[in-house]
C-alpha cells in the first residue's frame, strides 16, 4: 500500500469515525413522556392518577347512560332522583371500592406536596383560614358517602386547584376542613379522599 493511498485510508476511516460520534450525540432525540414516566418517580404517579381517573369516569359515563338524564330544571326532585339514581348505580358497581382506590398512599403523598407550597407562610396561613371557615359541618368523609344536601360545598381556593392535577368536567376536588375530597358531581357522592392533604 502506498503512502499516499494510506492517507486517505486514515482520513476516510476519521470521517467515519467522527459521524458515528456525532450521530450518537446529536443524533438522541428527547425522551418520549412516556419514558420520562418510567424514569421520574413523581411524573409516574401522576401518570397512575390519570389512569385511576379514566376507569371510573369510563364506569361513571357507561353508568350514567343507564339512569334518567340530569335535564336542565329547577324541579329539584328531579335532580336528586337522576343524582340517586347513578349514586346508587356507582355504589352498586363499586361495592367493595375502598380508600386509597384512587388516592393510592403514593398519589395521597404527592398531592400534599404539591399543595404544601400554597399552604405554607403568611400566605398559607390565610389559605387555611379561609379554608376553616368555609368548611361544611355533618360531611361523611368515606368512599360512596352521598354528599349531603344541607351542607354547602366549600370553594377550592384557585391555588390549591392549580397545584392539582386537572380533572375531567364530572369530578371535582373540595377541602372538607383538612381533608380532599374527590367528588363525583352529577351523583354527588365522594368517590375518594386523602385525610390530613392540607399539613
Known amino acids: ?22 450521530a450518537g450525540v446529536g ?3 428527547a425522551p418520549a413522556p412516556e419514558d420520562q414516566a418510567k424514569t ?4 409516574q404517579t401522576l401518570a397512575d392518577f390519570k389512569r385511576r381517573v379514566d376507569a371510573y369516569m369510563e364506569l361513571h359515563n357507561k353508568l350514567e347512560k343507564k339512569v334518567p338524564p340530569m335535564k ?10 337522576s343524582q340517586d339514581a347513578l ?3 356507582l355504589r352498586e358497581a363499586r361495592k367493595d371500592a375502598k380508600s386509597g382506590d384512587i388516592f393510592t398512599p403514593e398519589i395521597r403523598q404527592q398531592f400534599r406536596r404539591l399543595m404544601y407550597p400554597e399552604t405554607k407562610g403568611t400566605a398559607g396561613t390565610e389559605v387555611k383560614e379561609a379554608l376553616k371557615e368555609d368548611a361544611p359541618k355533618g360531611v361523611p368523609i368515606k368512599v360512596n358517602a352521598k354528599y349531603p344536601e344541607s351542607a354547602p360545598l366549600p370553594t377550592m381556593p384557585p ?3 392549580a397545584a392539582l ?4 368536567e364530572d369530578l371535582e376536588y373540595r377541602v372538607i376542613n383538612r381533608d380532599l375530597i374527590l367528588r363525583d358531581v352529577h351523583a354527588n357522592l365522594i368517590v375518594d379522599f386523602i385525610p390530613n392533604a392540607i399539613q
Open 40 to 43: 421520574n418517580p413523581d411524573a
Open 72 to 81: 336542565e330544571t329547577k324541579d329539584v326532585a328531579k335532580i336528586q332522583e
Open 165 to 168: 392535577p386537572k380533572l375531567p
Open 159 to 161: 391555588n390549591l386547584l
Open 27 to 29: 443524533g438522541r432525540s
Open 1 to 22: 500500500m502506498t503512502k499516499k493511498l494510506s492517507q486517505q485510508v486514515v482520513v476516510l476511516l476519521s470521517c467515519v469515525l467522527i459521524g458515528s460520534v456525532l
Open 87 to 89: 349514586a346508587n348505580a
